[in-house]
């Protein structure tokens, strides 16, 4: 499939499921959804906070490619950064506005956008954010280093892409490929075809890192963080148990879904 026939398919998909959404049964656009969706991400995902550290950015002029439903969007913003976002699709971008307008807060510019060309100037942000994006993109490449083009020598970026080597991804393997008889096909395949849009890849830190020893960075950390999704906390006593012994041989600190990048440009 070509790229802009692939791009427009994540477009349509994203455009229908607004990332983090389907946590809330709220009416939308109203304070409770928001809210509820906000308290619903950060109970599963901590590691957010730890990553992100939001509050380190006051002043600080950042971008976030990729805004979703804005749950931490809204955290840069009250935090008190010159807060830029884009998203792919429309609706994402109107649920930052209606979200924003209600607390009547206000971002520095929120805008449709792709990450695979961003219209922003060289060497602009001093720090560019982008959580579960840019592995649905059909470059992924192309975004990774339109994150680096725009961000100032000195700033930093804080990147968070799937990982292939995680629990997450074994099971997802076992259940489209292994119990579907068709063991031959790989972790890579399966992710592509059933996780979330078309077309989502997930990297291995040694592939990442030889990615990222490309350009000109500095301080460069790819850390998986073990999550919610690996430990199948949305299944039975025995699932959880299974994820959890398994987890403690091959080291939590190894196979976890969220592999977090963060680096300084040059
Ligand atoms: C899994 S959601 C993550 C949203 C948000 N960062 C979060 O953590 O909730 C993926 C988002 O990436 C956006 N996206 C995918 N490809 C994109 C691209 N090329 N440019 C900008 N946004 C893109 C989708 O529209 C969707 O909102």
Redesign the pocket.
Known sequence: MEKEQL?EE??EF??KN???TFLTEEEKFTKAYFEDIEEK?YEIHPE?FSFAQFSRFYGKKIL??????G??FIQWVRSGTEAYG????PE?IEHVKMRLNLYGLEAKEIKV????NLDYSDNTFDLVY?????H???DTIK?LEEIIRVLKPGGMAKI?VYHRNSLLAYFFWIKHALLKFRPWKSVAWILWHYM??LGTKAYSVKEMKQILAKYQLEDVKVVPIYTYYDRLERFNWFMRKTASCISSILGRDKVGWFLTIQFIKK
């Open positions: 791009k994540v477009k994203w455009d607004t990332c983090g991400r957010v976030e490619v990729g805004i979703g439903a749950t931490d884009i998203d792919l699709t994402a956008g792709d990450a695979e982008s959580f579960g994006v840019i649905h993109s059909p975004a968070m979330e849009s």
